[in-house]
């Protein structure tokens, strides 16, 4: 993408990376959309969409045109207040009738009617009828089970469904492909660590990877413990410590915790899910697939201590 000061302003245009146009400088704006381009005319401010050799497919119309996403359909606006969904030929499938809406992810994108959002599908038709009073665009998923798109702030907390996940992701006496069957030379390769990020305490833990978006309403961490050095005599007068790559942790620990959403106090109601996913109802211990599951809580998160 290049940019020139011409007779009529700034105009945008693309350059192959010998410095030949692709496209002539022409357009007021240009903005990469898969195989396509968004582009508006110089000295207008309506979008439109162009190809790679900058021919209009559709002709500058729009106040306001987002990208597409999600492959199909767009917002976009005529008069820049009531916005609706095109195709990628310009042509309208969802009518203009929201004041906001947001690209498709995963079939479903967020709009707002007056002062309230709601869900709709692809067809237009809503999932969540509007009567949200804000909309955070990060974690839906708890809600609808759809990775990266947006999650409503709302009373509504669904500490069942995280549990579920929780239970789904520890399993066999790990998670994520970490058991306490490997060694921690096969661990160090998996987590790409190098020996210096290995604890040299019994005590210690090793982080093994932290994900602060997990379900995107709750982090997710995974460390292990274990005696994993020797102590051996430098040749002189003290001792280093070496790593023996084939002993094996003595246990991990998986700590959830739930993201800063408004959701102060849910941690005792989602700690109360945990143990009925687990089948600890009524105590902190349980023993399935020939493994401890020892669950805790404090004010880092939910902890999950797997022993063997």
Same mark, same amino acid.
Request: charged fraction near 30%.
């Given at each position: 993408m290049v940019s020139i000061n011409g007779d009529n302003g700034w105009v945008d245009g693309v350059i192959d990376r010998d410095g030949h146009y692709l496209i002539t400088p022409q357009f007021g704006s240009l903005m990469p959309d898969g195989d396509e381009l968004t582009c508006s005319f110089s000295g207008t401010?309506?979008? &439109?969409?162009c190809d790679q050799d900058g021919k209009v497919i559709v002709n500058p119309q729009f106040k306001n045109l987002t990208?597409? =996403?999600?492959?199909?359909?767009? #917002?976009?606006?005529l008069d820049g207040e009531k916005v609706g969904y095109v195709d990628r030929t310009g042509h309208f499938v969802i009518n203009p009738q929201f004041d906001y809406a947001s690209p498709f992810a995963?079939?479903?994108?967020?709009?707002?009617? @007056?002062?309230? =959002? %709601?869900f709709i599908d692809t067809d237009g038709k809503?999932?969540?009828?509007?009567? =949200?009073?804000g909309v955070d665009p990060s974690v839906i998923e708890v809600y609808y089970?759809? #990775?990266?798109?947006?999650?409503?702030?709302? @009373?509504?907390?669904?500490?069942?469904?995280?549990? &579920?996940?929780?239970?789904?992701?520890?399993?066999?006496?790990?998670?994520? &492909? *970490?058991?306490?069957?490997?060694?921690? %030379?096969?661990?160090?390769?998996?987590?790409?660590?190098?020996?210096?990020?290995?604890?040299?305490?019994?005590?210690?833990?090793?982080r093994l990877f932290y994900d602060p978006s997990w379900l995107a309403a709750a982090s997710l961490r995974l460390e292990m413990k274990g005696d994993f050095f020797d102590s051996?005599? @430098?040749?002189?007068? &003290?001792?280093?410590?070496?790593?023996?790559?084939?002993?094996? #942790?003595?246990? =991990?620990?998986?700590?959830?915790?739930?993201? @800063? *959403?408004?959701?102060?106090?849910?941690?005792?109601?989602?700690?109360?899910?945990?143990?009925k996913a687990f089948g600890a109802e009524g105590k902190n211990k349980v023993a399935r697939d020939g493994y401890t599951y020892e669950l805790s809580s404090d004010n880092e998160g939910i902890h999950i201590i797997i022993r063997k």
């Open positions: 401010d309506l979008y &439109g969409r990208l597409f =996403f999600d492959g199909k359909l767009a #917002p976009a606006s995963g079939g479903t994108a967020i709009v707002r009617v @007056d002062d309230k =959002f %709601g809503y999932k969540a009828n509007p009567q =949200f009073d089970g759809i #990775p990266g798109v947006d999650h409503v702030e709302s @009373d509504f907390f669904d500490a069942s469904y995280i549990a &579920g996940k929780l239970k789904d992701a520890v399993k066999d006496g790990g998670m994520n &492909g *970490y058991t306490l069957g490997m060694t921690v %030379g096969d661990i160090m390769t998996k987590a790409g660590l190098d020996e210096d990020r290995v604890s040299r305490s019994e005590s210690g833990t090793t051996v005599s @430098d040749g002189w007068w &003290g001792y280093v410590k070496v790593i023996d790559k084939k002993r094996r #942790p003595t246990s =991990f620990v998986c700590t959830v915790a739930i993201s @800063d *959403y408004g959701k102060k106090n849910k941690q005792p109601l989602l700690f109360e899910a945990v143990k």
